[in-house]
Every structure is written in structure tokens, then in C-alpha cells.
């Protein structure tokens, strides 16, 4: 609370330094807009576009931004209205439900990012099987249970788990039972989730990666050459490889990457001659030292199978931004919200901060409902494509209104 340059007077509204509150007082405004409005652009794009809507993994996404736009919209303009006035005066009911909302909509914003994280944890580990199995009712149950644990988190306050206040006074209990209680499940467990699963996604990733490297790098023997002619009899050779490795176990283990890696090549070569050849009257025949199934069966059973370079890569980069994309949420999170969770701790053991110092971090922690969607619009390209589309047509929208008030 402010009580710069205050005369003596009975009324308890704090006196502030007019500079140092219309500065403050804009921050803080800006902040609840760039939360309400950027987390509102997040469920209004993924409402209304199609291919966002279909990946169930939006949903989640949506529900954060839900959680981060009521932070914005019900709980801070009560906190901006406090520290501006200096104390609480709208009555202990409302003062209990104001606290109760703070601990609800921040506990799932955070609970949110976990199950983002976990959901993107077991599409690494089983990238063929868990699509499938990413149906409604899980990502339902991923939403249910963040909200349902926040439920649990904030509700003991208003049952009595806290001290008693001072009359005009509304802050968070400071019940040691009820600070460690509440800093470990909104907070201390789930960042060690977060950094857990994340370390975890990271690993196999980087594992991936170095797999795909040594892959390429492998050079044995030529096997079979592939004859490529014109209707003009030009003839174009390209020479694939097969690994072969000195064990007889690894040989056959490795089989099915070798031969994949034989049509990812055969397919980039293929695309790369095609582009020079005429495009009429053009015969493909192969030529091996084995028995190979005609040209045109090998062409159709890659595109079957998509094993094509340009689709690999489009999924090795989706792969990469998606771990990207979680790791800057990550960070973002944690050094939004743990000064404030220490002080927050270490103050129920009696050693308690500056109320400046608690107050920037309190607001600090705020930030992040802001953070979130800023960071999809930013490093998520299919959401940057949805957003700009929604925006496009909000201007044609209010073009017509401008030229009309013009």
C-alpha cells in the first residue's frame, strides 16, 4: 500500500505520489489487458479454426488460457483497487471469494502447463500410438483434474484454515499448515513434474536426433544402382546404399531402418531428377543386383508409406518446435513464479519481506498469465496462421465501421 507525501487526515485511503501511481497504476493496467485480451485471442482463434479446433492437444491449451484470461478479468482489478486504497473494504465475504478465485484461476493456469507437458511427454515416448489414444474423454479427464486439484487447493481458507485477520485487511492465509499445504501443490510438486517430464522429452529428442545422424553418416558398400530414362533414352544413375554392419544380429535388427533409409534416398534422388526431365513420355525402369520389384511398385509403396524426406523433415521440425515451445512455457513459468513462491514460504516462518519486494513478485507471478499466450502466438506457427486469419477478418470488420465514423 501507498502513504508517499500523506497529510493527516482521518479517511483511510492511502495518499500517493502522483507520478510514482500514474506509473504504477498503467503497468498494472496494461498487464490485465495484455492478459485478458491475448488470452481471449487464444480461444477465439482456436474456436474458430477448424485445424486448430481438431488437435485435441488445443483443448488443454484453451482451458489455460480460460484460467489465465479470469486471473485477468475477476482477480486483478481487485488487487490493483487494494493496493490503491490501502485496505479492504467491501466486507469479509467478498474478501474470502476475491482470495479464493486468485488461488483457483493461478493453481490451474499452473496445473495447465503440467498436464501440457505430460500430454507432450507421452506423444514422444509413443509417437504411433498415442494420437489414437488422445481421445476427448482423456484430454477431459486432463482438464477435470487441474481444476478439480485447484478446487482443493483454494476452498480450506474459506473453511477456517487461516488465522484471523485485522479488520480492512485481505491477504492470503499465512497458516504455516496451509503455506506448505498450498506452496507444494500449486507450485513446488508440479514444477518438479514439469522439469522431470521436460528433462525426459529433452533426452529423447537429443537421442533421436544422434540416431538420425549416425543413420546418415554410415557409409559401407554400393549394392544396387537405379536407372532412371527419358522418352529421349537419357539414362540417369543414382547409386543407394544398404548399411551392413559386422554383426550378423545387429545387421537384421537394423533391416527395416536400412531399407527405409534406402527409400528415403531413392525418393529425394527421384523427385530431384524428375524436376530436369521432360515431362511427357518419361519411363522409370530399375536395375539391381536382386531381385527388385518393378518401378512403379517402389514408387507407390513410398508414397504409401510417406517415408519421402519432405515429410520426414516437416516431422522432425514439428517435433523440435513443439520441445522448444514447452521448454520456453517452462521457463517461463518457473522464473515467473518462484520468487514468489520463496518468500512466500520463508514469510510463514516468520521472516517475512519488504511488502515491496513481496508485491513486485506477487505481480511478477501475475505476468505469466500474460506470458503464455504471447509465447503460442510467437513460436507455434499453426497459431500465428490462425491468429493472423482472425485478425484479418476483425479488420475487414471494422474497416467499414471506420470509413462510416469518417
Known amino acids: 500500500m501507498w502513504n508517499l507525501n500523506c497529510s493527516e487526515s482521518d479517511t483511510k485511503v492511502a495518499c500517493l505520489n502522483l507520478g510514482e501511481a500514474v506509473l504504477t497504476i498503467s503497468s498494472m493496467l496494461t498487464v490485465m489487458l495484455i492478459i485478458i485480451f491475448g488470452n481471449l485471442l487464444v480461444v477465439v482463434t482456436v474456436y474458430r479454426d477448424r485445424k486448430l479446433r481438431m488437435q485435441r492437444q488445443n483443448w488443454l491449451i484453451v482451458s489455460l488460457a480460460v484460467a489465465d484470461m479470469l486471473v485477468g478479468l475477476l482477480v486483478m482489478p481487485l488487487t490493483l483497487a487494494y493496493e490503491i486504497v490501502g485496505e479492504w473494504t467491501l466486507g469479509t465475504v467478498l474478501c474470502e471469494i476475491w482470495l479464493a478465485l486468485d488461488v483457483l484461476?493461478?493453481?490451474?493456469?499452473?496445473?495447465?502447463?503440467?498436464?501440457?507437458?505430460?500430454?507432450?511427454?507421452?506423444?514422444?515416448?509413443?509417437?504411433?500410438?498415442?494420437?489414437?489414444?488422445?481421445?476427448?474423454?482423456?484430454?477431459?479427464?486432463?482438464?477435470?483434474?487441474?481444476?478439480?486439484?485447484?478446487?482443493?487447493?483454494?476452498?480450506p481458507p474459506i473453511f477456517g484454515w487461516r488465522p484471523e485477520r485485522a479488520e480492512g485487511e485481505c491477504s492470503v492465509s499465512t497458516d504455516i499448515g496451509y503455506v506448505l499445504y498450498s506452496s507444494l501443490g500449486s507450485f513446488y510438486i508440479p514444477v518438479v513434474i514439469l522439469i522431470i517430464v521436460y528433462a525426459k522429452i529433452y533426452s529423447i529428442t537429443i537421442r533421436h536426433s544422434r540416431q538420425r545422424l549416425k543413420e546418415t553418416e554410415r557409409r559401407d558398400h554400393t549394392l544396387n544402382m537405379l536407372t532412371i530414362r527419358s522418352s529421349t533414352n537419357e539414362r540417369y544413375n543414382m547409386e543407394y546404399e544398404l548399411e551392413e554392419n559386422s554383426d550378423p544380429a545387429e545387421d537384421e535388427k537394423d533391416k527395416p531402418t536400412s531399407n527405409r533409409d534406402v527409400i528415403n534416398k531413392v525418393c529425394w534422388q527421384?523427385?530431384?531428377?524428375?524436376?530436369?526431365?521432360?515431362?511427357?513420355?518419361?519411363?522409370?525402369?530399375?536395375?539391381?543386383?536382386?531381385?527388385?520389384?518393378?518401378?512403379?511398385?517402389?514408387?507407390?509403396?513410398?508414397?504409401?508409406?510417406?517415408?519421402?524426406e519432405k515429410r520426414k523433415r516437416k516431422l522432425k521440425a514439428k517435433e523440435r518446435q513443439a520441445t522448444l515451445l514447452l521448454g520456453i512455457i517452462l521457463s517461463a513459468f518457473i522464473l515467473s513464479w518462484l520468487p514468489f513462491f520463496l518468500i512466500y514460504v520463508i514469510g510463514a516462518f516468520g521472516h517475512e519481506a519488504p511488502p515491496l519486494v513481496f508485491k513486485f513478485f506477487f505481480w511478477l507471478g501475475y505476468c505469466n498469465s500474460g506470458i503464455n499466450p504471447v509465447i503460442y502466438t510467437v513460436f507455434n506457427r499453426e497459431f500465428k496462421r490462425g491468429l493472423c486469419k482472425q485478425l484479418h477478418k476483425f479488420e475487414r470488420f471494422i474497416h467499414p465501421l471506420m470509413e462510416l465514423y469518417k
Not at 125 to 139: E, G
Not at 278 to 298: E, M, Y
Open 105 to 155: 484461476f493461478v493453481t490451474a493456469s499452473i496445473l495447465h502447463i503440467c498436464a501440457i507437458s505430460l500430454d507432450r511427454y507421452f506423444s514422444v515416448t509413443h509417437p504411433l500410438t498415442y494420437p489414437a489414444t488422445r481421445t476427448p474423454l482423456r484430454m477431459f479427464i486432463y482438464i477435470g483434474v487441474s481444476w478439480i486439484v485447484s478446487l482443493l487447493i483454494c476452498l
Open 270 to 308: 527421384l523427385r530431384k531428377i524428375s524436376e530436369e526431365l521432360p515431362r511427357q513420355g518419361v519411363k522409370i525402369s530399375l536395375d539391381t543386383n536382386h531381385n527388385s520389384p518393378p518401378a512403379s511398385d517402389l514408387a507407390r509403396k513410398m508414397e504409401e508409406k510417406g517415408f519421402c
